[in-house]
């Protein structure tokens, strides 16, 4: 197997039929479905294909028939990414779910916060999720668990039965429960599932207590109706895919990324389908880490630029950023997530003017479909795309490695049209403005996430990933002074090439919200290990055996409406005091002071992670495809830039700037003033002056 492109284009030439060992990672994005196949040598295969949004299994289904043209055998890894579930929520299509609460609390998720996403917009729709749970599918039961987790009422079960029904009727295919401190006894909400199982077989039904255990009412309702909407379409999906890799005789069991970077069985993924919201960008955050890690990086910030929109990630000490405040849609999905900003600025985004003459590029995008005016598929909007065509940075013959060469002259017309005529401006120069803003855009998304959260990005390197990430990364590096980029073997397939490396990964969580010196040792001791072993039956259910395990707290003072997180050490004789003296140096590093005061408890929290013994990706032999050279605007200059293969480059090779570097999955652009170096699993692009 080889990462060369010399048999079909785009394609490395087929894998001997009984290797053994492949480990296949398929990512679908909103323009391209990026797929990569390695095999246990570390020698790869890669390709992109358009992506169905009609029907997304179709485009994996069209990567695996490539992938493996002679068969399937010796597949021990299928790795998934896909934004099934968030689309489901942004477009409306989950499934009709009903919503069971605490008699009088049937209104939780229409009220919400009483807050404003936008507070200057003089019309606005409803700012809470009503139309997933609208008011007629929200019922009620009685019972009542008090604020120190003791039963004040019991639950009413005839309530729960006639609620089930009533729904069932009204033809729900899941039902939410979120009961009142059911995060801190959970036995109403398990009732009333054994309850509705009974009542109304067939019928799906997420708990609160097991979607987000913890405080805040409406965030924990908007997380389990989520919950409860996604599992009929996650269930359907993975089904097809299950199909799918049963026709082929892929024996390997399906996994699916979710949202913190890790991976999840699809018995685990069905079963609480909120995890796999957001995961979209977690799968390039975690290949990003990867990289830096064989590059002897800690730290770095990725710009994953793809079809629709840019994905931006900060990594420290290895790994990808968290943050446990999510969102989708604009309602609050309190998932644990890699912290990323998403921009619309991709390969796809509309170049346009305003009724004033001003140029701006995005937000709306061209897509798959029609997509840029470049792909003659009916689209005649101009694209950043189209500018990079006109601009001479991509090679229209051998776009996604030849196999889909575009349209050169369409995307002049179209720019021309749109842009460069009504403001006086030549050809080129209207696509050089085009860039110029996507540039600038993207430039203040990274500072964004560094300067603007007390970090120097000139002390950082730049991992682009994404088809466009590579025709963007010098500018933006040279707009914040940044001095290094680490560019992956495959930038371009990056989260496909992140599914390979994250770990299977299992998580419990358990509410508090008490002081933790009132909580006693033992009981947290306890607390732990009752964690850590639901957390191991999930892994064997997977039929792994967790490598690592970590434990951290939710924690804050008494009074305070936020928390900080904090590890606690596995095997702690004293969590509680461990959890203190944490939380105490946390809150002076964060704060720069802290106090001698109670400590509240909010939630504890395991993970384990099954790592995968997998080998880099390897560049195998040098590809002896001829170098050349071709006319370019860099910097808006019109220079003749040298052209080089990927598979050219030797290890330890250096090219200097001005050139261009193509292969089969992106475009990297090495402007005057940079040299780059080859290594055995990544580029280093280095700025030589300033």
């Known amino acids: 197997m080889s990462a060369t492109a010399a048999h079909p284009p785009g394609e490395a030439p087929p894998a001997p039929a009984r290797m053994s060992g492949l480990e296949i990672g398929i990512d679908i994005g909103g323009t391209f479905t990026d797929a990569v196949c390695r095999a246990a040598d570390g020698s790869f295969r890669l390709l992109k294909v358009a992506s169905t949004p009609d029907d997304p299994a179709r485009a994996v289904a069209t990567a695996l028939d490539r992938l493996l043209p002679d068969g399937a055998q010796g597949v021990i890894r299928f790795l998934h990414g896909t934004t099934v579930a968030t689309n489901a929520i942004l477009e409306g299509t989950a499934a009709r779910v009903g919503l069971i609460t605490t008699q009088g609390f049937a209104d939780v998720l229409e009220l919400g916060r009483m807050t404003r996403a936008a507070n200057y917009d003089l019309v606005f729709g409803p700012q809470t999720p009503i139309h997933v749970a609208p008011r007629e599918r929200r019922l009620e039961a009685a019972g009542r668990i008090g604020p120190d987790g003791v039963e004040l009422t019991p639950l009413n079960e005839a309530n729960v039965i006639a609620a089930a029904r009533s729904l069932a009727a009204d033809g729900v295919q899941a039902i939410a429960i979120c009961f009142l401190f059911a995060f801190l006894n959970p036995a109403h909400e398990r009732r009333a599932r054994e309850i509705i199982q009974a009542t109304c077989p067939g019928i799906a039904v997420s708990l609160s207590c097991e979607v987000d255990p913890a405080i805040r009412e409406y965030e924990r309702t908007c997380a ?90 900060v990594i420290a000490h290895g790994a990808p950023v968290l943050r446990h405040d999510g969102s989708v849609g604009g309602y609050p999905v309190r998932v644990p997530t890699a912290d990323v900003l998403a921009i619309a600025a991709g390969g796809g985004s509309i170049a346009w003017l305003d009724a004033a003459g001003g140029l701006h590029v995005g937000p709306r995008s061209a897509g798959a479909a029609p997509g840029p005016a470049c792909y003659r598929r009916g689209g005649t909007e101009p694209t950043v795309l189209d500018a990079s065509v006109v601009l001479g940075l991509v090679d229209p013959a051998s776009f996604a490695g030849g196999t889909m060469p575009l349209d050169a002259a369409a995307s002049a017309e179209a720019i021309q049209r749109v842009v460069a005529t009504p403001l006086g401006l030549s050809l080129h120069e209207a696509a050089v403005a085009i860039h110029r803003i996507t540039n600038a855009a993207l430039a203040e998304a990274v500072r964004r996430m560094t300067v603007g959260r007390g970090s120097d990005p000139r002390a950082l390197p730049l991992v682009p990933a994404g088809g466009g990430g590579g025709l963007h990364a010098a500018a933006i590096a040279e707009e914040l002074g940044m001095t290094r980029i680490v560019v992956p073997i495959a930038p371009g397939v990056l989260a496909a090439t992140g599914l390979l490396e994250a770990p299977l990964e299992h998580d419990a969580r358990r509410g508090f919200f008490r002081a933790v010196e009132a909580i006693g040792e033992v009981a947290l001791r306890d607390a732990i290990q009752d964690l850590v072993a639901a957390v191991a039956a999930a892994m064997q259910g997977d039929g792994a055996v967790a490598n690592e395990t970590e434990v951290s707290a939710a924690v804050s003072f008494m009074g305070q409406g936020h928390t900080l997180d904090v590890l606690v050490p596995l095997d702690a004789a004293a969590p509680g005091a461990a959890i203190r003296a ?17 400590v509240r408890l909010v939630e504890l929290r395991v993970v384990q992670r099954a790592r995968p013994p997998g080998t880099a990706l390897i560049l195998r032999g040098r590809d002896a495809a001829a170098r050349g050279s071709r006319i370019a605007w860099l910097d808006g200059q019109r220079i003749e830039a040298a052209v080089v293969p990927r598979d050219a480059l030797a290890a330890g090779e250096a090219l200097h700037g001005p050139a261009i570097l193509e292969q089969a999955d992106s475009t990297l652009l090495i402007p005057a003033g940079w040299r780059l170096t080859a290594q055995s699993t990544h580029l280093l692009m280095e700025r030589l002056s300033p």
């Open 224 to 313: 389990t109706v989520f919950d409860a909407a996604l599992k009929p379409v996650l269930d359907a999906y993975l089904g097809r895919i299950e199909a799918l890799l049963a026709a082929r005789h892929i024996a390997a069991p399906l996994q699916v990324m979710h949202s913190r970077g890790g991976l999840l069985g699809a018995a685990a993924a069905r079963a609480r389908p909120i995890r796999l919201t957001l995961s979209g960008p977690s799968a390039a955050a975690i290949g990003a880490a990867s990289v830096l890690r064989a590059a002897g990086e800690p730290a770095g910030i990725s710009v994953d630029i793809g079809g629709t929109s840019a994905d931006i990630a």
């Open 582 to 598: 944490g939380f105490i140096a946390a809150h002076a590093q964060a704060y720069g002071h802290t106090r001698n005061a109670p």
